[in-house]
């Protein structure tokens, strides 16, 4: 299996479409989240007019966050989410949601609440096959930040 990193990155996408992969996210459930566990993931395989996509849903307790863009030398951990695709699939970004400014500090950009993210998977992509969707990321809420931690969902193809 090759291991695929997908950039948090602009993607261009109709409303549309966009409206669609934010539908399917709304179905989806997320695990409780507590202050220990304040974010929570979960994501599903999505086929639309031919093409195969994953939709992931992230959701973040009230008043916490994660830093999506933290400029080089920064002392928090950027987000990443990964997508661990089978020999010969790629995934690319088609959808992601918008950061905020973190008042705290201009340079950081963080992202807040319930986040749909959708990529598009290319290459031969067959029943029965293991996608893993990773999401490693520093929860922080304005008085504590825990410590770097990930959660994995790990999808089918049907």
């Given at each position: 299996?090759t291991?695929?990193l997908?950039?948090f990155g602009?993607?261009?996408l109709?409303?549309n479409?966009?409206?669609?992969?934010?539908?399917?996210?709304?179905?989806l459930?997320l695990?409780?989240?507590?202050?220990?566990?304040?974010?929570?993931?979960n994501?599903?395989?999505?086929?639309?007019e031919?093409?195969?996509?994953?939709?992931?849903?992230?959701?973040?307790?009230?008043?916490?966050?994660?830093?999506?863009y933290?400029?080089?030398?920064?002392?928090?951990i950027q987000?990443?989410?990964?997508?661990?695709?089978p020999?010969g699939?790629?995934?690319?970004?088609?959808?992601?949601?918008?950061m905020?400014?973190?008042?705290a500090?201009?340079g950081i950009l963080i992202?807040k609440g319930?986040?749909?993210?959708a990529?598009e998977?290319h290459?031969?992509?067959?029943?029965?096959?293991?996608?893993?969707?990773?999401?490693d990321?520093?929860?922080?809420?304005?008085?504590?930040?825990?410590?770097?931690?990930?959660?994995?969902?790990?999808?089918?193809?049907s």
């Open positions: 299996m291991q695929l997908v950039c602009f993607c261009a109709s409303q479409t966009s409206a669609i992969f934010k539908a399917k996210a709304n179905e459930e695990p409780e989240v507590t202050r220990e566990a304040p974010v929570a993931l994501a599903v395989i999505m086929n639309q031919d093409k195969t996509f994953i939709v992931v849903k992230i959701g973040i307790m009230e008043n916490w966050h994660i830093y999506g933290v400029p080089p030398g920064g002392y928090f987000s990443k989410l990964d997508v661990k695709a020999e699939v790629s995934a690319k970004s088609v959808l992601k949601p918008k905020k400014g973190y008042t500090d201009p992202y319930d986040l749909v993210f990529f998977l290459g031969e992509v067959q029943a029965g096959q293991a996608i893993e969707v990773r999401l990321y520093q929860p922080c809420d304005p008085y504590i930040c825990l410590p770097p931690n990930y959660l994995v969902k790990s999808l089918s193809v």
